[in-house]
């Protein structure tokens, strides 16, 4: 399946939304793919220089975090977006890991910042192709399943990803991985699990350094949900009762 190729213009200074990659060599065949985004970024576009200083940390921290993986993942920024991907070379297990290892030492350092990503990864068919059309001007088409399902997830997925989380789609999902997860003999794959009623994804707990850390973790990120929606009862209790 393919996606019609989008223009990337790369960056030219700290105040131009554009693109930020790497080299990166063609590729085809299956992989997996993560593609992530800062959570609440329009939001963000309404106070110029924090969307700005979010760019600059997911460019910046993007790249290190790719270059800590010494080629073991690819990938590119696109405005608030990131798409990254695994070479083939290693067993399933091994390739999953170098993913994982990159996605959580990005969301950690944006976490930093005060800024979160939803990420979603999937795994199948991908192929990456680089064009030069001209000087400044770079066509990067990008095809494949496991694009379409990661950016697919990631935009409308049931039920929807939530700020701050990483998910892997089911669909696909290699029994080399499957039957691996929450085993200690990988330290981030033991940290992949299932989510309250939802059987079409694994989550990845990149926050939490300990399996048995995951369910104290999801009390408080409910119950944190749990207090915003009562904060906004009050207000319109306040508001329709003339408080």
Not at 149 to 172: H, L, M, Y
Request: aromatic share 10%; with cysteine.
């Amino acid at each position: 399946m393919g996606l019609s190729h989008r223009t990337l213009i790369s960056i030219v200074n700290h105040h131009q939304i554009g693109t930020i990659s790497m080299p990166i060599k063609q590729f085809e065949g299956s992989t997996f793919v993560a593609f992530l985004d800062i959570s609440g970024f329009k939001e963000l576009m309404k106070d110029g220089d924090r969307a700005w200083n979010a760019l600059d940390v997911l460019y910046q921290e993007g790249y290190n975090s790719i270059q800590a993986s010494h080629g073991k993942v690819e990938g590119l920024f696109v405005s608030d977006s990131g798409i990254l991907f695994t070479r083939n070379g290693d067993a399933l297990p091994a390739m999953l890991t170098n993913l994982l290892r990159v996605v959580q030492r990005l969301n950690r350092r944006m976490l930093g910042s005060n800024y979160m990503l939803t990420t979603s990864i999937a795994y199948g068919s991908f192929k990456f192709q680089e064009r030069i059309e001209f000087p400044g001007i770079d066509k990067n088409p990008i095809y494949g399943n496991a694009y379409v399902q990661a950016f697919s997830d990631n935009a409308s997925g049931t039920p929807r990803i939530e700020p701050g989380f990483c998910r892997i789609v089911r669909e696909n999902l290699p029994g080399e991985i499957t039957s691996n997860v929450g085993t200690p003999a990988d330290q981030l794959l033991h940290l992949l699990a299932e989510r309250r009623s939802d059987r079409r994804h694994l989550y990845f707990y990149w926050n939490l350094s300990h399996r048995a850390d995951i369910e104290a973790f999801e009390r408080e990120y409910t119950n944190a949900y749990s207090l915003k929606y009562s904060g906004m009862l009050k207000a319109l209790k306040r508001g329709a009762n003339g408080v």
